[in-house]
């Protein structure tokens, strides 16, 4: 058995020695001299005072061996067979892929480990599984991922969330004991998203080494970066389950989701271009692989108050704005007048509808746009029909109350007749209409989360994936964004079954330009859902320019969400121009490679994209807050080609559209912003641009042309 295995990539490689108990002894910079006798390098010394032997960061971690930190495996039989120890069985090493199986012939179990290291973007895929090999119960407690870091990386970057505040990054030293991020809310929540940075203390977005990963699971979750007393360190990513609630018979597997991890030796930035490429190339689907299409959402345009000739006056106006896609927000179906009735009724209301929906989406049809129309399937109000009909049908431990959340409950996926009722409901509805696009809303956390009186967080997850999957069989070209009150069920699986995330419920571009970029470092621009909202946000009654929300909304996937026919002639001319500005550039940003800039005053943040042949870039410049500094210092590009020759186009400014002169913060501007300049990629990159003196909640846009 052929022990020590590497898997290569352009840019990164991992390590491991199979046999007899299996351990990643390596993962960092792809190795282009590496022989198998290098390991011996590694081999530690035994320090006096503690165990005599060494005890390697295996695979499952196990404490039986004598390793005293988090194990990557818990469980037991009525109290036994709780300290498995795993001796490798089998090896299948081809090309990119991994499994090593290996079994504890005492407890009768079997921990399997499946690698896949993507050749081209370093992305490493690794799933473990547990299988139960006797007639006897094991009780799972804890399955994870277990990846050790090197000593040098002792700085964490995660990210922390609210509701309207989500993927704001923070760092902690790691230097002992744990930091532990976790999500006991039924998703993968506003507060914690699944994923952690490890790296170099000081890594930033172009420099620094670098090992992160993410977990592909929408449910509950924890990530811990561990020190040990001996100094070494390990991440663990896990599915977390509450007790009693995985049980393996006779020969079941269980596994845990997939871990998506990458080590970039050249700071964030190279990091999320993995990431993007992984997911351009692996994870995102479309349908029928077309530019996605700009959204109107009609939510904070008219919420629950629905008249098909208005909605059909919205449209119109839609359409002369550019809009491409028209979508019915919440409102639409029976009873559902407000937040406290109807959810479960997906029947069409007639009283508000009286013609059907059909007329509404043939005049959008016939604009020109695609029609879509929300859902949220998983929730039930207890002032409903479906309520009164099932009032069994709740995921609820029997006896308790439970609190609800905006009013509604969460109804019971593993119990079939909810299964059935709600595909049933889809089916029927998407049979009837045309919908090209389903906006997928889970509002509420599971609290209680049971079935049978059993905790069933893991099933329900699983649950509504068969659903989304099943949808996908029957309506292939029907695209779904995953929404959860905006931002709250973001991650790889559930890209897996749909097309778009809606980021946040914030459309204040101030904090949309923090949230978006927060969101960047794990996804591509075309995945994320990004809206010109009302010029008063409704979440933060801020205030701001057509010209700083459009800018914002254009590095995503492009939405306006408000009502066209009330907007001023001003307004409407700004969402017809950003409109028109994201098709322009469209393609690239949504297929380029994406770029952050690290600026020495914070208050100015820079990211673009660079298309892949370094023939064009779009980079916007954003004065968040007062600069800190009279001047605004130069702006060095990444990404472009040193040798070539660009074309420097100011091409979207705020403050000195009408003169071209100066304006309200600088008296003479740069050269630069009265005319094209022509500049080297090299002198761009490390010299840079004299960036323009900008008001708080403004922005400009940049565009380079290779010449
Ligand atoms: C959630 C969503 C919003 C909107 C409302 C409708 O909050 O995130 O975008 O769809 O529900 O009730």
Known sequence: MKSIVRLQSQSNDIVIRCAPRAEIIYWGPHLTHFQENDIESLIRPIANGRLDVDTPITLAAENGSGLFGSPGLEGHRHGQDAFPIFTTQSISHHQQRLVIEATDEIAKLRFTSEFYLDPDTGVLQLRNGITNLTSQ???????????????????????????????????????????????????????????????????????????????????????????????????????????????????????????????????????????????????????????????????????????????????????????????????????RHDDQAALGDWYLDTEKYPNGLTPIIDHVRKLGMEFGIWFEPEMINKNSMLYQAHPDWLLELPGYDQPTGRYQYVLDLSNDDVFRYLLERLTALLNEYP?????????????????????????????????????????????????????????????????????????????????????????????????????????????????????????????????????????????????????????????????????????????????????????????????????????????????????VTLIDHPDIKPVREGGHTMRDLPIWMNQSIRVSGEWLMTAGLSLPILDPETAILISLTRQ
């Not at 998703?187 to 592909?216: D, K, V």
């Not at 930035?269 to 996605?292: C, D, G, T, V, W």
């Not at 969400?561 to 994201?582: C, F, N, Q, R």
């Open 435 to 647: 919908v090209d696009y389903i906006k997928w809303d889970m509002n509420r956390e599971l609290v209680q989360p049971c079935h049978q009186g059993k905790p069933h967080a893991y099933q329900q997850t699983l649950r509504f994936y068969e659903l989304l999957d099943i949808l996908h069989e029957r309506f292939p070209n029907t695209e779904i964004e995953s929404c959860a009150s905006g931002g709250g069920r973001i991650d790889y699986e559930v890209l897996k079954r749909t097309q778009r995330f809606w980021a946040s419920d914030n459309n204040d571009a101030l904090e949309r330009q923090t949230i978006q970029k927060g969101m960047s470092y794990f996804f591509p621009p075309e995945v994320m859902g990004a809206h010109i909202g009302n010029k008063h946000c409704h979440a933060t009654r801020r205030q701001h320019s057509i010209e700083f929300r459009g800018i914002t909304a254009l590095f995503g996937h492009m939405g306006i969400e408000l009502d066209p026919v009330k907007a001023e002639i001003s307004e409407l001319d700004g969402y017809t121009k950003y409109v028109a500005l994201h098709k322009q550039f469209r393609s690239l940003i949504h297929s380029g490679q994406f770029w952050r800039v690290d600026m020495s005053d914070p208050s100015i943040q820079v990211q673009g994209v660079v298309s892949p042949a370094r023939e064009q870039a779009l980079f916007s410049i954003a004065q968040l807050a007062m600069p800190d500094y009279t001047l605004a210092g130069q702006l060095r590009f990444p990404g472009l080609a040193p040798d070539a020759t660009y074309k």
């Open 137 to 335: 119960t094991w009780q799972l407690e804890r399955l994870a991922v277990t990846l050790p870091i090197p000593e040098r990386a002792s700085e964490v970057m995660a990210f922390h969330g609210r509701w309207l505040r989500e993927f704001q990054p923070h760092r902690v030293a790691l230097t002992h004991g744990s930091y532990s991020q976790e999500s006991r809310r039924g998703r993968t929540s506003h507060e914690y998203f699944p994923a952690m940075i490890i790296g170099e203390p000081g890594f930033n977005e172009q420099n620094g080494a670098i090992w992160a990963l993410h977990l592909g699971w929408s449910g509950n979750h924890r990530i811990q970066a561990d020190v040990k007393t001996d100094g070494r360190r390990l991440v663990q990513a896990e599915a977390l389950y509450f007790p009693g609630e995985i049980e393996l018979e006779a020969n079941d597997t269980h596994w845990t989701p997939w871990v998506y991890a990458t080590y970039s030796g050249h700071g964030l930035n190279h990091m999320s271009q993995q990431y993007h490429s992984y997911l351009r190339h692996h994870i995102i689907r479309f349908a029928e692989n077309k530019p996605r299409p700009v959204h109107l959402n009609t939510w904070e345009g008219i919420y629950f108050d629905h008249d098909p000739e208005y909605i059909m006056q919205m449209a119109t106006k839609a359409a002369q704005i550019g809009v491409e896609r028209f979508i019915i927000d919440d409102g639409w179906f029976k009873g």
